[in-house]
């Protein structure tokens, strides 16, 4: 079946270094990629989005690359702050559907070290 | 309100028992999701609303999950007799309508403990 995976459960960044998480998916079809947020006791928080035309878009602090080729994405954030701590979660539609219908990846876990 | 609000927080109960989980979406929004997490796992799709249609039930694991939007708004989603496997966090989300360039706004989750 098709599925969206991050490379790394946890990585561990210096506070005001980059930090970088990938994710790898298997269906090709696939329109738009999200990342998302989650810090403890909340549900996710939606960062930023991408749709399957673009390689690159940028928000505040943080920028998604999309590798079609090779099916992988990944999330930079600039200037890592501890607040940024968190699980960071790729998603990705379920088959061709174009909703809110998604399949997660299992999360990377951001420790910012002070 | 202001946000996608769940209830209850925490819910324990024994196994066999049923146990509801409450949803209220932000206002407006027409599409309503429920998602499982289980411990230290992605999320899980469960079932899909949109406006008047019928919903989309593809994610729920077994017959012993239900759910129901009432009058658009307002979602429940019914665990009957009640496994250990069950225990996880439920989330509600919804969006202002069902393509998926709508951003999902997700509630803090009901964490339901089955004993």
């Keep these: 079946g098709e599925s969206v995976g991050l490379h790394l459960p946890t990585l561990s960044v210096q506070e005001g270094d980059n930090s970088i998480i990938n994710c790898a998916y298997s269906n090709s079809a696939s329109d738009y990629f999200i990342w998302y947020k989650q810090e403890s006791g909340k549900g996710p928080q939606f960062i930023i989005d991408i749709r399957s035309n673009m390689d690159k878009r940028q928000g505040q602090r943080v920028t998604v690359l999309l590798n079609k080729t090779v099916k992988h994405l990944s999330l930079q954030i600039a200037a890592t702050q ?16 174009n909703t809110g219908k998604l399949i997660f990846g299992q999360g990377t876990t951001l420790q910012v070290k002070p | 309100g202001a946000g996608v609000s769940q209830s209850p927080s925490n819910k324990v109960t024994e196994k066999g028992k049923d146990v509801e989980l409450r949803c209220d979406p932000i206002s407006g929004h027409t599409a309503l999701y429920w998602y499982r997490q289980s411990l230290g796992q992605g999320l899980e799709f469960l079932i899909y609303f949109q406006g008047n249609s019928a919903p989309d039930k593809s994610g729920l694991p077994s017959d012993r999950f239900s759910a129901e939007r009432t009058g658009g708004s307002v979602s429940t989603l019914t665990i009957q007799r009640t496994q250990q496997e069950d225990s996880a966090v439920y989330l509600c989300a919804s969006s202002l309508g069902p393509s998926g360039a709508n951003v999902l706004t997700f509630g803090a989750g009901s964490r339901l403990t089955v004993l």
Excluded: E, R, T
């Design chain 1, 82 to 97: 501890p607040g940024d701590s968190a699980v960071y979660f790729c998603a990705g539609p379920v088959g061709s559907s």
